[in-house]
């Protein structure tokens, strides 16, 4: 028996029963009696839970007291049973004893007292309402020792002082003990016994009032009331414990706060925090009343609490959006009373209604386009004939014969059909449909391209990639840009938070696996850790996180950092000049006699005139993860503090003191990516400067495919290998490394060297050509998804840029809808999109079209318009298409000034208080408790609505377009062929983009000139950068672009 343990707390008669010979020495058993059989004999159970019947005829037997201790003297040979296990076989027990006594015939049962049960007749309770015992039962057995207590009573009022461990203390009979506590200690004011909102008042030697905080802690006795204001679990005595329990008081704690929570000391939410901390101290050392049972206190700590879980979240601009739980429900937005019931029945009716009129429009709009399109029918049928002018039946329309000019456009209309060839296998309009928006569903548009992490399929961390300090790779200009980046990169701290109040709530995106499980999140940061692409800081400036991608073989994934917020605190990158495209499409393959000089050149004589070109690619293996930023990685943070010891780091950099500083193995810290995060804005710019510098010394930047012509064939893999060789020293790892290709394949567009055209690839060709026919089958479409249609369509015809013009009810119809949700396509978007559909198969490149003999210039005043043409050569021609005039214009970003001076990030040791109420409140807002080791789930969505916090400026930077030679400018060279007068007045730039328009519709009707270079020279810059982009604002100069995308389309005239 151990020592201590009580009898049973059960009605029943328990007794000792002798029970000599026991094998183990306990001569005494212990039985509860359930019935009497006959005078000696009962019926009882064991201590091993056995019931059955046994005679104690001359048995000696000791009486027990209920919940009461075992007789002293007996201590050693009692078999007695475990109290908790007995209890929990009671009801069995008891069962069992009630079914034998009735087979029996006995109903004798001397245990139970008549009336109640014992447990609910009164109990004897601690009646000292100064007691922190106070309500405590004393059990029966505990009473019967007359050394320790003394039994008083007087009339009907019996009360005892009774011995409670070292204190005496007076007990009294209860048996309400509700009605009996409220009036011994009620919850508000009076009653006979005093207040819980009270405590002692404590004073110095000096008589000055003063209470610490761990003796207001032992003082206060934390009551639970029915009728609280507040919901969600009580936090006072928590948030106080945890302050306590972290060595400090309530000035110092605020102190800290500050320092840690990156929380500026002049914003309003610090004022607000200082006062409400003032207020709390005074509650407990001056006026010391019980905080931890005043509703107002309580509403005080928990404005304390949700200040630290906003600033946890953004200290740049807390939010308190969903805090309003305390009035939710009692009170409406602008303060007004609420009946909660009937708002509910009149939002369920509105609600009704509006799904009504939703529906009754659906079937309008629908009706309106079936009368739309049954019109458009009936007149493409009357128009497929022409009435008879005698009035009599009516004739079909004579077809005009083609000339020369017609049947050249007809015969390569009809090549570039050829070319597309035949569907590939296994297309289909809606599998297009949805591989073009990276998403199975058109509304939420969720990305099918976002991969589930799986660390099998992540190179980064299995390559032998090692990343080098990107300083060291780039150019003196822009490894200035990361040793400075507070002058050339960050945005001064005004733009940074008027980003931050529109974006309050700003979460980066997770994996959702490594969102939710911890410890696949520190297996993944030690992996990082051993590729040098992950370190460590106290204090962060911006939150990213970590998600993957599919590459496009789908046997792999790629991690891209969710940079969102340093991207907004950042300044825009310089502009990235890539051999994409509209590059590729610029290449000049054209050659003639004089130009065989730079290939005979060191030849030996005379050589064959190239048919093919040749090109030689390489890859820079994992780009972005070969270079190191880490003077700015403190923009790159992860929000998962973890400890210092969990990564064996005993120094970190700290970016304030510009050197390392020693950390204690238990200190907090932020994990922060150091390799060039793919999803910086910066990151393509630098990556792509990086490896242009270490082609340029062996490549001069004038013999890039953006900048210039392609070199001639014998110098080509001399270049090639002199770049490797220099990319390689540079410690570059390179792969894919393919010499002498004939067909050469950059994201998606195809140079055919043989044929020396660029096109797109047939499965890109075919598949925004399937897509739109599915597009075109809806009747209704979001917004969002004919954006990302109409961004491929964008990229498709930017090697051919007058296919543009076709687009303009499609942009109007993007920014009238932003609401998310489908609506019904108007004819014009149609319209505009089947033209698009039809122009996807003439879509190439001539690298070898030759140049026009002539070229064309173009004048027009208020009154009429001149246009002049002169002979010219290759040559003189080719270093004017070298340049177009929309390169002169750079944008740059307004409001640049100087970078942001004190930048308040996240500093590791600053976490949301572990308290039950942090955790209701969490619950609430939807965010994960701070002991789960989950991470806040952030959003995908891009936030396009709060883009508009940047400003660019078009600057005319001029002499960046030379200026036209002096002998293109002769008079005597030009000959006029058109001169007359305006018949119509409009716009002077309406009037230019007419006469250069002239200049392409008179070289269109010579079959000779189609396939060749045209130069038209037009004075008017507007004009003249609508026909280079192929597009225009202005919906009557838009005419013009189409006019010319027309003819330039059909005849292939460049």
């Given amino acids: 028996m151990a020592g201590g343990q009580r009898t049973l707390d059960i009605p029943e008669m328990q007794m000792l029963v002798e029970f000599p010979g026991d094998a183990q020495g306990l001569d005494y058993h212990h039985r509860i009696l359930w019935f009497r059989v006959d005078r000696s004999v009962w019926i009882i159970s064991s201590p091993d839970g056995d019931v059955y019947e046994e005679d104690y005829n001359g048995v000696t037997v000791l009486p027990l007291p209920r919940n009461g201790p075992y007789p002293a003297g007996y201590a050693g040979q009692m078999y007695v049973p475990n109290n908790a296990n007995l209890m929990a076989e009671y009801p069995d027990l008891r069962q069992q004893a009630e079914t034998l006594a009735t087979v029996r015939g006995c109903l004798d049962r001397p245990g139970v007292a008549a009336g109640p049960p014992a447990a609910q007749s009164g109990a004897w309770r601690v009646a000292d309402v100064d007691s922190k015992r106070f309500g405590e039962i004393v ?92 919901r969600g679990p009580k936090a006072v005595r928590e948030f106080l414990e945890s302050v306590a329990e972290n060595g400090g008081d309530l000035t110092t704690y605020h102190a800290s706060f500050l320092r840690k929570s990156g929380l500026s000391d002049n914003s309003a939410a610090a004022h607000e925090y200082k006062n409400l901390i003032s207020i709390l101290k005074l509650a407990v050392s001056y006026d010391q009343v019980d905080c931890s049972n005043l509703a107002c206190i309580e509403q005080v700590v928990r404005r304390l609490l949700e200040i630290q879980v906003a600033v946890r979240r953004n200290p740049k601009h807390p939010t308190f959006d969903a805090f309003d739980y305390n009035t939710r429900g009692t009170v409406d937005e602008v303060g007004g009373a609420r009946a909660g019931g009937y708002a509910e029945w009149i939002a369920e009716q509105q609600k009704i209604e509006a799904k009504t009129l939703k529906s009754t429009r659906e079937w309008r709009e629908e009706q309106a386009s079936e009368r739309r399109r049954a019109g458009r029918f009936n007149q493409d049928k009357d128009d497929d004939e022409e009435a008879d ?86 150019p003196p200009t822009e490894a200035e840009y990361l040793l400075d980046p507070l002058s050339h990169i960050v945005r001064n701290q005004s733009e940074i938070d008027a980003w931050t109040r529109q974006n309050s709530s700003f979460q980066p995106y997770w994996d959702e696996s490594l969102r939710r499980d911890r410890s696949l999140r520190m297996d993944l940061y030690r992996q990082l850790h051993r590729k040098s692409l992950l370190s460590f800081r106290k204090v962060i400036s911006a939150k990213v996180g970590l998600f993957f991608v599919w590459k496009a073989s789908r046997k792999g994934i790629r991690m891209i950092v969710d940079a969102r917020m340093t991207n907004a605190c950042h300044r825009s990158p310089p502009r990235t000049r890539l051999g994409g495209a509209t590059a590729l499409s610029e290449v000049d393959a054209f050659m003639e006699g004089p130009d065989l000089a730079c290939p005979l050149h060191n030849c030996g004589g005379l050589v064959e005139l190239p048919t093919a070109l040749f090109g030689d690619t390489a890859d820079v293996s994992d780009a972005f993860y070969q270079f190191s930023v880490w003077p700015l990685a403190e923009w790159f943070g992860l929000d998962d503090p973890v400890t210092a010891s969990e990564f064996n780091v005993s120094q970190v950099w700290c970016a304030a003191s510009q050197c390392y500083v020693n950390v204690e193995p238990n200190e907090k810290l932020f994990p922060v990516f150091t390799g060039m995060p793919q999803g910086w804005a910066w990151a393509l710019h630098l990556c792509n400067t990086a490896v242009e510098y270490g082609m340029s010394k062996s490549i001069p930047p004038a013999r890039f495919v953006k900048e210039g012509l392609p070199a001639p064939d014998p110098m080509v893999h001399h270049s090639f290998d002199e770049a490797v060789e220099h990319l390689e020293r540079a410690g570059f790892v390179l792969h894919e490394l393919e010499r002498g290709l004939h067909e050469i394949s950059n994201v998606g567009i195809v140079l055919h060297t043989r044929e020396m055209k660029i096109r797109h690839s047939k499965k890109r060709t075919w598949r925004l050509y399937l897509a739109l026919k599915h597009l075109l089958r809806l009747k209704k479409v979001t917004s969002e998804a004919l954006r990302m249609i109409a961004g491929h369509i964008v990229h498709f015809f930017s090697i051919c840029r007058p296919g543009l013009s076709c687009l303009h009810h499609v942009y109007k119809f993007i920014y009238r809808w932003l609401d998310g949700k489908a609506h019904i396509l108007p004819g014009p978007v149609k319209r505009e999109l089947r033209i698009i559909v039809g122009l996807i198969p003439q879509v190439e490149v001539d690298m070898a079209a030759p140049y026009n003999d002539v070229i064309y210039c173009g004048d027009s005043s208020s009154y009429g318009y001149c246009v002049q043409v002169s002979p010219s050569t290759a040559a003189e021609q080719r270093e004017l298409f070298r340049f177009h005039e929309r390169w002169r214009f750079v944008q740059v970003e307004e409001g640049i000034g100087v970078g942001l001076g004190s930048h308040h990030g996240w500093s590791a040791d600053f976490e949301m208080p572990d308290l039950a109420y ?137």
């Fill in 139 to 230: 059990p029966p057995g505990d009473l019967t020792d007359p050394t320790g207590n003394v039994h008083l009573i007087v009339g009907d009022q019996q009360k005892r002082l009774h011995l409670l461990g070292d204190a005496l203390v007076s007990l009294e009979l209860v048996n309400d003990f509700d009605a009996w506590k409220e009036r011994k200690r009620p919850g508000l004011p009076g009653g006979d016994a005093g207040d819980l909102r009270l405590m002692a008042c404590e004073k110095l030697a000096s008589g000055k009032r003063q209470l610490t905080l761990t003796r207001a802690l032992e003082k206060m006795s934390d009551s639970k009331f029915d009728d609280s204001p507040h």
């Fill in 389 to 474: 002018p005698s009035g009599g039946k009516k004739s079909k329309k004579k077809k005009k014969k083609g000339g020369p000019s017609e049947a050249s456009a007809l015969k390569r209309l009809a090549s570039g059909v050829r070319n597309m060839g035949g569907c590939p296998v296994g297309m289909n309009p809606k599998d297009c449909f949805q591989d073009i928006l990276k998403s199975k569903d058109l509304y939420s548009l969720s990305s099918t391209t976002v991969a589930p992490y799986n660390p099998d399929l992540l190179k980064v961390t299995k390559s032998e990639t090692v990343p080098k300090e990107a300083t060291s790779l780039l």
């Fill in 918 to 1054: 942090v955790h209701w409140l969490c619950d609430r807002i939807g965010i994960p408790h701070p002991s789960t080791g989950q991470l806040e789930a952030g959003t995908a969505e891009d936030g396009r609505a709060n883009k508009h916090s940047r400003r660019f400026q078009s600057i005319d930077l001029v002499g960046l377009v030379p200026k036209l030679p002096d002998t293109l400018l002769a008079p005597s060279r030009w000959q006029t062929v058109i001169k007359r007068l305006w018949k119509h007045s409009e716009a002077i730039h309406m009037k230019e983009g007419r006469v250069a328009l002239m200049g392409l519709r008179r070289a269109a009707k010579d079959h000779r000139t189609h396939g060749k270079r045209l130069l038209c020279l037009c004075d008017n810059l507007a004009a003249v950068c609508a026909f280079d982009k192929g597009r225009a604002k202005d919906f009557s100069l838009l005419a013009l672009c189409r006019r010319a995308s027309a003819l330039q389309i059909c005849t292939r005239i460049r």
